[in-house]
């Protein structure tokens, strides 16, 4: 199986690839760098902000909806959207919008304090918490019909399924990762419900099916993989210092788009159809 550097952009820490179907464009984020990156197929544009930005999605209006380490805002004007109810030593980090157009995003501690994290969904003009007792709020997936919701809190080495009705329901383990093989990172569910979960220090991707089963693994030529998306059966994966570039390969199933953020997307004080 061909796996290929996209550009020879290089990041500190890139993460959170999200394929906006609507413009054909692969957003991608460099924490560290507090850079948001787009691709169209030719070449990359690169927006830096004055925080580390944890991650991005394609709005349905054209935009992008970016996740600060302070707030939730617009790329595009910098209108502040929600801010985080936390602390100059936490920040925004993975996320991703659900089914509805919410966006759900999580926190970790700059020290990486055990249990200082949360997982926050916007309603609304607000950030309303959904998990606590967090420590790195990774990867974060949604099966086709909508019933089941995958997590990743990266130190557990676990991915996690929830019962998902527009809210948490009762929670079990999916599979559990060895600390040898390397950390659960971001990750993207396919069509059939596979879910692609990136190993940090793993040099990896794995495809676990839906009862958390190992199915296949694709080795990627960079230690720390983070996360990965998907454009019909193309798989973008993003990697961290000291590589740092996004890998394209062909991943044998299709995978659906990201999700648009909808800023008018039903708060908790909307029921969605799904309850």
């Given at each position: 199986?061909?796996v290929e550097p996209l550009t020879e952009l290089r990041c500190e820490l890139g993460?959170?690839?999200?394929?906006?179907?609507?413009?054909?464009?692969?957003?991608?984020?460099?924490?560290?760098?507090?850079?948001?990156?787009?691709?169209?197929?030719?070449?990359?544009?690169?927006?830096?902000?004055?925080?580390?930005?944890?991650?991005?999605?394609?709005?349905?209006?054209?935009?992008?909806?970016?996740?600060?380490?302070?707030?939730?805002?617009?790329?595009?004007?910098?209108?502040?959207?929600?801010?985080?109810?936390?602390?100059?030593?936490?920040?925004?980090?993975?996320?991703?919008?659900?089914?509805?157009?919410?966006?759900?995003?999580?926190?970790?501690?700059?020290?990486?304090?055990?249990?200082?994290?949360?997982?926050?969904?916007?309603?609304?003009?607000?950030?309303?918490?959904?998990?606590?007792?967090l420590t790195i709020s990774n990867g974060i997936g949604w099966s086709a019909d909508r019933s089941r919701m995958w997590f990743v809190?990266?130190?557990?080495?676990?991915?996690?399924?929830?019962?998902?009705?527009?809210?948490?329901?009762?929670?079990?383990?999916?599979?559990?990762?060895?600390?040898?093989?390397?950390?659960?990172?971001?990750?993207?569910?396919?069509?059939?419900?596979?879910?692609?979960?990136?190993?940090?220090?793993?040099?990896?991707?794995?495809?676990?099916?839906?009862?958390?089963?190992?199915?296949?693994?694709?080795?990627?030529?960079?230690?720390?993989?983070?996360?990965?998306?998907?454009?019909?059966?193309?798989?973008?994966?993003?990697?961290?210092?000291?590589?740092?570039?996004?890998?394209?390969?062909?991943?044998?199933?299709?995978?659906?788009?990201?999700?648009?953020?909808?800023?008018?997307?039903?708060?908790?004080?909307?029921?969605?159809?799904?309850?």
């Amino acid at each position: 199986m061909s796996v290929e550097p996209l550009t020879e952009l290089r990041c500190e820490l890139g993460e959170g690839p999200r394929w906006d179907a609507a413009t054909g464009t692969l957003l991608w984020v460099d924490i560290e760098q507090k850079l948001l990156h787009r691709w169209d197929g030719t070449r990359v544009e690169s927006q830096r902000f004055d925080e580390r930005i944890g991650c991005a999605a394609p709005t349905e209006d054209g935009d992008v909806v970016v996740a600060l380490a302070s707030r939730v805002a617009l790329a595009s004007t910098g209108e502040t959207l929600a801010r985080f109810p936390h602390g100059p030593d936490l920040r925004a980090n993975d996320g991703a919008c659900d089914p509805e157009g919410r966006l759900w995003v999580g926190t970790m501690h700059l020290e990486q304090t055990r249990g200082a994290a949360a997982l926050y969904r916007l309603d609304g003009g607000e950030l309303v918490e959904k998990l606590d007792g967090l420590t790195i709020s990774n990867g974060i997936g949604w099966s086709a019909d909508r019933s089941r919701m995958w997590f990743v809190d990266t130190p557990t080495q676990r991915i996690v399924e929830y019962d998902y009705d527009g809210e948490l329901g009762e929670c079990r383990v999916l599979a559990r990762i060895e600390e040898e093989d390397g950390s659960p990172d971001g990750l993207a569910v396919d069509a059939e419900d596979g879910i692609w979960v990136a190993l940090w220090g793993g040099s990896c991707v794995r495809r676990y099916t839906p009862d958390g089963d190992l199915d296949r693994v694709i080795p990627i030529p960079a230690e720390h993989v983070t996360s990965c998306c998907f454009a019909g059966t193309t798989l973008y994966v993003t990697t961290a210092a000291p590589d740092g570039r996004v890998y394209v390969t062909d991943a044998g199933v299709a995978g659906p788009a990201c999700q648009p953020f909808r800023r008018t997307a039903p708060s908790d004080a909307e029921p969605t159809s799904a309850r």
